[in-house]
């Protein structure tokens, strides 16, 4: 860290003498074990994390540096959105993607800028087949990140002009330290962009969501639905709650309904069928259920059937950011007895 401050300083004799003992291990050592440099992984993490911010780039692009290499021959887990990009520059691997996809998304790539004001670059890809058929036939990756030890799970519409993703993310903070999808998984290996539709603006996206969406829909004990207006008109939404019902079997699961608006409370306890209320709903049953007899039966369902299929443990009717986040204490209070309370929150985003 002190050289990467001061560049012109000379390398210590040390740090030669550990790189290039790490630089001499041999792959085809018969006791060759990626797994035993655990510590290095991260450390190389660390250090290309130092590398960005000291040379103003953020992928890896402008340099090519032990830790760099080292990430060629080593891939533990998962990896990160930077393996990616370091692999993408694989000669083999960009010819393998030419006869997969008919072109190398390195040669497409683009910067993103998060709203912390953080920019990275990511692979970019004609659409969301091509780059499934990238990753896990050109970079053969496989889902192995799995979000544990989270307390919250949080489902919710984005795009609300009332509570929306700014205010979803002052609650999460407020129930302890946060953990939000939408900001861990473009870190992640797997991640990449897309030409946005008209009007909107494109926004990192990963491979395996699904897998890590039900993983922590399977592995978090509390699941909150905060229903909004937004949340009734996304399809994504209603996917979610259809999947609790067969995943959040677990005796710990508890699920709770926040009715955030009112109105939309009040047209969900109609009575009405949600076919007929909801085009949310409606994009969803089209999209989920083929068979036109179950299609229309769906559709048919009102609410109270709908959220007996899940076993909600919990209703809560609040407007406020801080009327919710104190409900949400209380419930949390109550079953403490059952469950420990831990630091994290994992909230997923809808849009």
């Given at each position: 860290?002190?050289?990467?401050?001061?560049?012109?300083?000379?390398?210590?004799?040390?740090?030669?003498?550990?790189?290039?003992?790490?630089?001499?291990?041999?792959?085809?050592?018969?006791?060759?074990?990626?797994?035993?440099?655990?510590?290095?992984?991260?450390?190389?993490?660390?250090?290309?994390?130092?590398?960005?911010?000291?040379?103003?780039?953020?992928?890896?692009?402008?340099?090519?540096?032990?830790?760099?290499n080292?990430?060629?021959?080593?891939e533990?887990?998962?990896?990160?959105?930077?393996?990616?990009?370091?692999?993408?520059?694989?000669?083999?691997?960009?010819?393998?993607?030419?006869?997969?996809?008919?072109?190398?998304?390195?040669?497409r790539?683009?910067?993103?800028?998060?709203?912390?004001?953080?920019?990275?670059?990511?692979?970019?890809?004609?659409?969301?087949?091509?780059?499934?058929?990238?990753?896990?036939?050109?970079?053969?990756?496989?889902?192995?990140?799995?979000?544990?030890?989270?307390?919250?799970?949080?489902?919710?519409?984005?795009?609300?002009?009332?509570?929306?993703?700014?205010?979803?993310?002052?609650?999460?903070?407020?129930?302890?330290?946060?953990?939000?999808?939408?900001?861990?998984l473009?870190?992640?290996?797997g991640?990449?962009?897309?030409?946005?539709?008209?009007?909107?603006?494109?926004h990192?996206?990963n491979?395996?969501?699904?897998?890590?969406?039900?993983?922590?829909?399977?592995?978090?004990?509390?699941?909150?639905?905060?229903?909004?207006?937004?949340?009734?008109?996304?399809?994504?939404?209603?996917?979610?709650?259809?999947?609790?019902?067969?995943?959040?079997?677990?005796?710990?699961?508890?699920?709770?309904?926040?009715?955030?608006?009112?109105?939309?409370?009040?047209?969900?306890?109609?009575?009405?069928?949600?076919?007929?209320?909801?085009?949310?709903?409606?994009?969803?049953?089209?999209?989920?259920?083929?068979?036109?007899?179950?299609?229309?039966?769906?559709?048919?369902?009102?609410?109270?059937?709908?959220?007996?299929?899940?076993?909600?443990?919990?209703?809560?009717?609040?407007?406020?950011?801080?009327?919710?986040?104190?409900?949400?204490?209380?419930?949390?209070?109550?079953?403490?007895?059952?469950?420990?309370?831990?630091?994290?929150?994992?909230?997923?985003?809808?849009?």
């Open positions: 860290e002190q050289g990467l401050a001061n560049p012109s300083q000379a390398e210590r004799p040390v740090d030669r003498a550990e790189f290039t003992k790490f630089d001499e291990h041999d792959k085809d050592k018969p006791d060759y074990n990626p797994r035993a440099y655990k510590k290095w992984w991260s450390l190389q993490k660390q250090i290309v994390a130092l590398l960005e911010e000291a040379t103003g780039t953020s992928s890896g692009e402008e340099y090519d540096t032990l830790m760099i080292f990430t060629r021959q080593v533990l887990d998962i990896g990160t959105n930077v393996d990616s990009l370091v692999k993408a520059q694989d000669a083999r691997v960009a010819s393998v993607a030419k006869s997969f996809i008919g072109y190398d998304p390195w040669e790539r683009k910067q993103y800028t998060n709203s912390a004001g953080k920019t990275s670059i990511y692979l970019d890809f004609v659409d969301d087949d091509d780059a499934e058929k990238y990753f896990k036939d050109c970079q053969w990756l496989k889902a192995d990140y799995v979000p544990i030890n989270f307390q919250f799970l949080l489902s919710f519409g984005s795009v609300d002009e009332v509570f929306g993703f700014d205010k979803i993310l002052q609650l999460a903070n407020a129930l302890n330290s946060t953990y939000v999808d939408s900001q861990k473009p870190a992640l290996g991640s990449y962009l897309i030409p946005p539709e008209p009007g909107k603006l494109s990192p996206r491979i395996f969501w699904i897998e890590y969406y039900k993983g922590a829909m399977e592995n978090t004990p509390k699941m909150c639905f905060v229903i909004t207006k937004a949340w009734t008109k996304s399809k994504n939404c209603w996917q979610e709650m259809g999947w609790a019902y067969d995943i959040r079997t677990q005796a710990d699961h508890k699920n709770i309904i926040v009715f955030q608006d009112q109105v939309t409370a009040e047209k969900l306890e109609s009575g009405k069928p949600l076919g007929d209320l909801f085009d949310g709903y409606r994009e969803y049953c089209v999209a989920n259920f083929k068979n036109r007899l179950e299609r229309q039966r769906r559709l048919k369902f009102t609410w109270r059937t709908y959220t007996e299929m899940i076993d909600v443990h919990s209703y809560i009717r609040e407007s406020t950011l801080e009327g919710i986040r104190r409900s949400l204490e209380e419930v949390m209070v109550l079953h403490e007895t059952e469950l420990p309370i831990n630091d994290w929150t994992w909230c997923l985003v809808n849009n």
